[in-house]
């Protein structure tokens, strides 16, 4: 039993879930601190709700209602932080997922409203839209040597201005409010279905995106670790010389890289805007959640897995937040733990690499 329990402290595995733990604990640490200094008599009961989110409710139908929202807008933050993790595991920093995700948007949205076709068209078409955007910074890498992160941080603001211009039309949008129809009156047919789980979770905007979004994270998972395919974009990624010389191409590679991931992208956005639980607005910023998506990638440790559970947890503070007594503290103060988790995530790597030390030292003692 002692060796089992020696293994698991011994696992990558184990050093980047504490790793996770640990910055999350921090992340909640300093939001309880800053609620001190604003109220300190309330301070405990805030965070207790901000951590309970829907446990808040009494009643087990709100409950459930209120779980489901949760899962709902979790849906995305996973998968842009897949997307993230993906180019990442092949030496990529894909910074530009707010772009493709705003694609994947202004694609969807004009497939369901004006096209009005099926919603699994819509999703692929999506997708296709943010692959080929994805596929750019590629281009650009693999063949004229351009910074990825330079060419995804212009690739975003013009994908945000080409929907916002695509978008400003009566049939899809009302002009007065600037935000796009409701796909539910105007082509239910292009809605993701349910398959019983809104009446499991008494919640209509609950669909299947929920277990499509973790068998992705499954699928990403075993391509990375269990075929050649991913081991060669690994191997690019680690060194694209070295890769060339044993034979791969080290181009397509790269290219290759940054579709999938741009195709994650615009996946996730057709899985949240198709539920029909908000609309598009016209923007001057390109949505946060591709930069959420990062911090997702780093606090699940850089395992599709842990990404699940990350994109949740921070989804889960952040709606927390909007129960706690306005009376004392604003909403917004979960957005500032967020926040601050976030941050936390850059030292996650960090963490890891105390602990392989630590691990080394012991080796190196025996």
């Known amino acids: 039993m002692k060796k089992f329990f020696k293994s698991i402290l011994k696992s990558s595995g184990f050093s980047s879930v504490a790793a996770a733990v640990i910055c999350a604990l921090f992340g909640i640490l300093i939001g309880y601190i800053i609620l001190l200094a604003i109220s300190a008599p309330n301070a405990t009961q805030a965070i207790s709700t901000i951590l309970k989110n829907f446990m808040y409710y009494?009643?087990?139908?709100?409950?459930?209602?209120?779980?489901?929202?949760?899962?709902?807008?979790?849906?995305?933050?996973?998968?842009?932080?897949?997307?993230?993790?993906?180019?990442?595991k092949a030496g990529l920093f894909n910074i530009g997922v707010g772009g493709?995700?705003?694609?994947?948007i202004g694609i969807s949205l004009w497939c369901a409203l004006s096209l009005?076709?099926?919603?699994?068209?819509?999703?692929?078409?999506?997708?296709?839209?943010?692959?080929l955007w994805g596929a750019l910074v590629g281009v650009f890498k693999a063949f004229f040597n351009v910074n990825e992160v330079i060419a995804c941080i212009m690739l975003n603001w013009i994908a945000l201005y080409i929907v916002n211009?695509?978008?400003?039309?009566?049939?899809?949008?009302?002009?007065?409010?600037?935000?796009?129809?409701?796909?539910r009156s105007l082509s239910?047919?292009?809605?993701?279905?349910?398959?019983?789980?809104?009446?499991?979770?008494?919640?209509?905007y609950v669909t299947i995106a929920i277990v499509i979004a973790i068998l992705v994270a499954v699928l990403i998972h075993i391509v990375l670790e269990k075929t050649t395919f991913g081991y060669e974009l690994k191997a690019t990624g680690l060194n694209k010389d070295a890769a060339k010389y044993a034979g791969m191409k080290e181009k397509v590679n790269t290219i290759l890289t940054m579709t999938i991931a741009g195709a994650i992208a615009g996946f996730a956005a057709a899985c949240y805007f198709l539920t029909d639980i908000q609309p598009w607005k016209t923007s001057a910023s390109v949505p946060a959640m591709g930069?959420?998506?990062?911090?997702?990638?780093?606090?699940?440790?850089?395992?599709?897995?842990?990404?699940?559970?990350?994109?949740y947890f921070i989804e889960h503070?952040?709606?927390?937040?909007?129960l706690i007594n306005t009376e004392f503290f604003t909403p917004q103060i979960a957005d500032l733990i967020s926040?601050?988790?976030?941050?936390?995530?850059?030292?996650?790597?960090?963490?890891?690499?105390?602990?392989?030390?630590?691990?080394?030292?012991k080796q190196e003692d025996k």
């Open 317 to 322: 503070i952040t709606l927390g937040g909007s």
């Open 291 to 311: 930069f959420n998506g990062i911090a997702v990638a780093f606090l699940g440790g850089l395992n599709p897995i842990g990404t699940i559970f990350a994109g």
């Open 100 to 104: 493709q995700y705003c694609l994947g």
């Open 339 to 361: 926040s601050v988790i976030i941050y936390a995530c850059a030292f996650v790597l960090f963490i890891k690499e105390i602990f392989a030390r630590i691990k080394n030292r």
């Open 165 to 183: 211009v695509g978008m400003a039309q009566e049939t899809l949008m009302n002009l007065s409010k600037s935000e796009t129809y409701s796909i």
């Open 58 to 88: 009494k009643k087990p139908v709100i409950k459930l209602q209120y779980f489901g929202s949760t899962l709902v807008k979790s849906v995305p933050l996973i998968l842009c932080g897949l997307s993230v993790l993906f180019a990442y």
């Open 116 to 131: 009005h076709l099926p919603w699994w068209l819509c999703i692929i078409a999506a997708s296709v839209g943010a692959a």
């Open 188 to 204: 239910p047919g292009s809605l993701i279905p349910s398959l019983g789980l809104d009446k499991l979770f008494h919640n209509q």
